[in-house]
């Protein structure tokens, strides 16, 4: 089993910034990829950034060039830095890792954008 805690969310204007962070613990042995994803209310859940374990990373066209994912060393933590944010960022992010193939997810943490 993987257990994923998510942190960093919180209420913010437009235009701040938040970093997200989300720790796994638990059978982590063979992490694939880790990323964000984000759901707003009446929408569908969507990726927002993704990063593997070579370092490639993946990113929806509405964050590109203000939100960064990155990784720690020890592969069990994953980020999100979240600059230049819109009231349209709101949403539940949650972190999802791929270990051995199949998906797990943290609960989320809300992040509201006030305009």
């Known amino acids: 089993q993987v257990q994923l805690v998510e942190s960093g969310g919180g209420l913010v204007q437009a235009g701040g910034s938040l970093r997200l962070s989300c720790v796994a613990s638990?059978?982590?042995?063979?992490?694939?990829?880790m990323g964000w994803y984000r759901q707003a209310p009446g929408k569908q859940r969507e990726l927002v950034a993704q990063i593997t374990t070579s370092g490639r990373t993946n990113y929806a066209g509405p964050v590109k060039g203000r939100f960064t994912i990155s990784r720690a060393d020890n592969e069990n933590t994953v980020y999100l830095q979240m600059n230049s944010l819109k009231p349209e960022d709101t949403a539940l992010y949650y972190c999802?890792?791929?270990?051995?193939?199949?998906?797990?997810w943290g609960r989320g943490t809300q992040v509201t954008v006030s305009s």
């Open positions: 638990g059978s982590i042995f063979s992490i694939s990829a």
């Open positions: 999802n890792f791929v270990n051995y193939g199949r998906g797990y």
